[in-house]
């Protein structure tokens, strides 16, 4: 090969690589170009709302942390974080940047210490998400949320001094209150009725309580041992009277009572004489006999069933009566036996005997 055509070899590739360097470098200006200008328009398209939800919005100046419900609108995009601006009362701003995922539609809690800002008041808050773009890097949106504070947005309210924000809270008794300040009061038919204001921002609260029943003071009974009203309470008899009490409901008077013994009591000779009134005939052979008996006291007798006031033969209660009230009481229970057999009534001492010999009642 000559001179001549080596040369024209090497001329022809290097236009070729010239051509190829060129290319190259058209790509890589054209397609920087077009990063680039993907990059701005998906910035410039970042628009996702935002809002605050005014009645959420608590500060707390003495710990520096503040929080507030943010809810997202419909828009598309990955929400990673929360950017608030906090303004103080000279108009000095100073950024935090929350991290939180918050899908479309939802409403999110927003906690932030706001101590590194160095500010004792603040007057406006202002809020944006940051949005994850294609590339991973961090975007703004540029639809920002405005609050701007009102004094009952502190947990604490300004008087002077810092005072705390009390709730109001109620008492367990009737227009009591544990903490706030008592109002209105009125009742129902059943219930006391009252609320109890919260301090300086704090809620109301509504209270009742029910109401209890009339209080009933205690009556003696003229009867041994029984009241009117009230509750019975036996105490100690005394060598000339009985004692009891009755005692009231509801919150009503207790009241001590009293009765004087009889004579008989006092020389304890009290006794009620038993009587056998007449006999029946019974279909089956047996007879049933009715008993009386007959008190001479001017007060009633009490014999429980056992030594004093029994039946023989067993069993010794057969339907008699353990009080005794003062007279004569005819025919005032029947007991039906085997006409073979005695049926012998022991009361106080005494005793009357039924049997196949007693007389035939006429009715």
């Not at 710990?63 to 906090?86: C, D, H, Q, Y």
């Not at 903490?179 to 109890?196: A, E, F, K, M, V």
């Not at 009765?259 to 004489?273: F, I, K, R």
Request: proline letters at 3%; glycine letters at 8%; one cysteine or more.
């Amino acid at each position: 090969m000559n001179k001549r055509g080596l040369s024209g070899i090497v001329t022809t590739v290097l236009m070729v690589l010239i051509v190829i360097v060129a290319i190259i470098i058209i790509w890589m200006a054209v397609s920087g170009i077009f990063t680039g200008s993907d990059e701005k328009i998906e910035e410039e398209s970042v628009i996702t709302s935002i809002s605050i939800r005014d009645d959420s919005v608590i500060i707390d100046p003495i710990n520096s942390t503040m929080e507030f419900i943010a809810i997202r609108g419909k828009e598309n995009g990955n929400v990673t974080a929360v950017e608030t601006l906090i303004y103080n009362e000279r108009g000095v701003s100073c950024k935090i940047k929350i991290y939180q995922n918050i899908s479309t539609l939802e409403s999110a809690k927003v906690y932030l210490n706001y101590s590194s800002c160095g500010f004792s008041n603040i007057t406006r808050i202002e809020a944006h998400f940051i949005i994850l773009g294609n590339q991973g890097q961090e975007l703004g949106s540029n639809m920002f949320a405005v609050h701007r504070v009102v004094e009952t947005d502190f947990i604490v309210a300004r008087t002077g001094i810092l005072t705390n924000k009390i709730n109001g809270l109620c008492g367990s008794t009737k227009n009591s209150c544990i903490n706030g300040t008592l109002n209105n009061p009125s009742s129902n038919s059943t219930h006391y009725l009252w609320q109890c204001l919260g301090l300086n921002g704090g809620t109301n609260a509504s209270c009742s309580s029910l109401i209890p029943p009339s209080p009933i003071n205690g009556v003696c009974s003229l009867t041994k041992d029984t009241c009117t009203a009230g509750t019975f309470l036996d105490k100690a008899d005394n060598s000339t009277h009985y004692l009891w009490q009755c005692l009231g409901l509801n919150g009503g008077a207790d009241v001590n009572c009293s009765l004087a013994l009889t004579s008989c009591q006092l020389n304890n000779n009290c006794s009620v004489s038993p009587r056998v009134e007449c006999k029946r005939y019974e279909l089956d052979g047996n007879i049933t006999v009715f008993f009386g008996y007959d008190n001479p006291n001017s007060i009633s007798i009490n014999h429980p069933i056992g030594t004093n006031n029994k039946f023989t033969p067993a069993p010794q209660d057969r339907g008699q009566p353990t009080i005794f009230y003062p007279g004569r009481n005819v025919s005032l229970f029947g007991i039906t036996f085997n006409s073979s057999i005695l049926m012998v009534w022991t009361l106080s001492g005494k005793t009357s005997t039924g049997s196949i010999a007693t007389r035939n009642c006429t009715v």
